[in-house]
């Protein structure tokens, strides 16, 4: 009757095998609230505001000519 050697089989114990090194490595996470976002999107709108303010008193002859 043959044995088996304790590193084999089901419950065998023996080195894991690793993961590669980019498995491995743990990359930093970045969370976006959603007051950041509701911030950047008044912002966004300021900005679209003031170019359409200026554009309008460009037509009507108000601003710097070109």
Same mark, same amino acid.
């Given at each position: 009757?043959? /044995?088996?050697?304790?590193?084999?089989?089901?419950?065998?114990?023996?080195?894991?095998?690793?993961?590669?090194?980019?498995?491995? =490595?743990?990359?930093? /996470? /970045?969370?976006?609230?959603? =007051?950041?976002?509701?911030?950047?999107?008044?912002?966004?709108?300021?900005?679209?505001?003031?170019?359409?303010?200026?554009?309008?008193?460009?037509?009507?002859?108000?601003?710097?000519?070109?």
């Amino acid at each position: 009757m043959a /044995t088996r050697s304790p590193r084999s089989g089901i419950g065998a114990r023996g080195r894991r095998p690793e993961l590669p090194a980019f498995c491995r =490595t743990r990359r930093s /996470t /970045t969370l976006v609230s959603i =007051t950041s976002l509701r911030e950047l999107q008044r912002l966004l709108l300021l900005v679209l505001l003031f170019q359409l303010s200026t554009l309008l008193l460009v037509i009507t002859g108000l601003g710097p000519g070109v």
